[in-house]
């Protein structure tokens, strides 16, 4: 059996030596479909890597409340990006951030209430900017890093002072130290106390860009648009050890405070990174779909020269008929260079995606990610393409009658 494997795969590389430039041409129409795949997977894997970081590196005692949904997938990811829908599916209340902080071996607990304002300065007036309603414990759950001033304190009698991103920061009073200087958000003004530092990666688990954000406390925003709608709570336990426990309770405690309603989400470790890159998993999906169409075009690719390559062999296929080869044997000969074409196509389409994804990571933080998971899919995707296209040329091949084929000439 080995000596007849070595054999067709023996003849399927002299088949393509025969013919390089069709031959290349046929895996070209793999490897796009390919490289599509990796680059897709490969940014998804990178961006996963990279929440994932951002939360080992905060501490593993992090714990996160978000609003549940009961929709699919796709429709539920879409309301994520939808901000009115956002907060009419969200039932977390500023009230539940006392009860959690009520709770044994809960240390901190801060909520992120996203909405958007026009915000304005003596110089600058921008329509648009995220505005980020928060507590001071936020820093202490997530310590951001500050180039100038302080971050946001708890005070009975909040003041009104906001801190800004770097980026914002230059929009707003074109300078990056504007701690003292005073901006306008819905006929309020605030002082800023504080500027960000500017952040590598605008990818986190919040979804916050604070490059460009506006923070307030969670009570100004409330003063200057009546309510502030909560869209996640960031808690922080004393221990590890306490991580289920403290889980378990803020759950029973916020169902028990809602009279039933468990419309919310309670997550830790690694179920913390799953929603975020909402963004990014709608694009990959439909970057997917496109995937998915190059590789049937060029599965019909393999299939097309296959069933060149077949009618150019007939004659080939009565002789080997003649002197005792079997159908099974005819079958297999044309499979394998099914599969070695895609196969071929495979790795060329694993360089080139990588490839890509460098040239991706230099101009944007997902480095290339690696890893045996994607491998397997790629080879395994680009067998499944020889098999599927391969199989009708191969059977075409091995019915063909022997005393006819040998009447055959090219």
């Known amino acids: 059996m080995s000596l007849l494997i070595k054999t067709h795969l023996k003849l399927a590389r002299i088949s393509i030596k025969e013919n390089r430039t069709r031959s290349f041409l046929t895996c070209l129409g793999i490897a796009i479909g390919v490289a599509s795949i990796i680059l897709i997977l490969s940014l998804m894997g990178s961006i996963s890597r990279l929440i994932s970081d951002q939360v080992k590196n905060i501490g593993a005692d992090l714990i996160v409340v978000r609003p549940a949904s009961n929709k699919d997938a796709m429709t ?13 599916r969200s039932n977390l209340a500023a009230s539940d951030i006392e009860t959690i ?11 992120i209430a996203l909405s958007t304002h026009a915000v304005s300065t003596e110089k600058n007036t921008i329509g648009s900017v995220t505005v980020l309603g928060t507590n001071a414990d936020f820093n202490l759950i997530q310590p951001l890093a500050l180039r100038f ?9 909040v003041n009104k002072t906001a801190v800004v991103g770097h980026t914002l920061s230059l929009q707003l009073f074109n300078t990056t130290n504007p701690v ?6 819905m006929g309020e003004r605030f002082i800023v106390m504080g500027v960000l530092s500017e952040v590598e990666e605008s990818i986190n688990f919040n979804n916050v860009d604070f490059d460009n954000v506006l923070i307030l406390d969670i009570k100004n925003v409330e003063e200057i648009s009546g309510m502030a709608q909560i869209q996640q709570i960031n808690v922080k336990a004393a221990n590890t050890d306490s991580l289920a426990e403290v889980s378990n309770t803020i759950r029973e405690q916020l169902k028990e405070k809602k009279q039933g309603d468990s419309n919310f989400m309670v997550a830790y470790g690694d179920e913390i990174t799953h929603p975020a890159g909402s963004l990014f998993t709608i694009v990959s999906g439909m970057l997917t779909l496109v995937a998915t169409i190059s590789l049937v075009v060029g599965g019909i690719g393999v299939m097309n ?5 077949v009618a150019e062999r007939t004659h080939e296929i009565g002789i080997r008929k003649a002197v005792g080869a079997s159908g ?16 071929l196509g495979g790795f060329m389409g694993l360089v080139l995606g990588y490839i890509l994804a460098f040239f991706v990571s230099i101009v944007t933080p997902f480095a290339p990610y690696i890893s045996l998971q994607i491998l397997l899919v790629t080879f395994g995707t680009a067998l499944l393409v020889g098999v599927i296209f391969g199989i009708y040329p191969a059977l075409k091949a091995a019915s063909k009658n022997p005393i006819e084929s040998l009447k055959h000439y090219r």
């Open 101 to 111: 902080k009520s709770i044994e071996n809960v240390t901190a607990a801060a909520p």
């Open 76 to 88: 539920g990811i879409i309301g994520e990006l939808t901000a009115s829908n956002s907060y009419q």
């Open 180 to 185: 003292g200087k005073t901006l306008t958000v």
């Open 149 to 157: 001033g302080t971050f946001i304190g708890n005070n009975e009698n």
């Open 328 to 343: 099974q044997n005819i079958l297999l000969q044309f499979l394998f260079e099914a599969l070695i074409l895609s196969l």
């Open 305 to 309: 020269i296959m069933l060149v390559s």
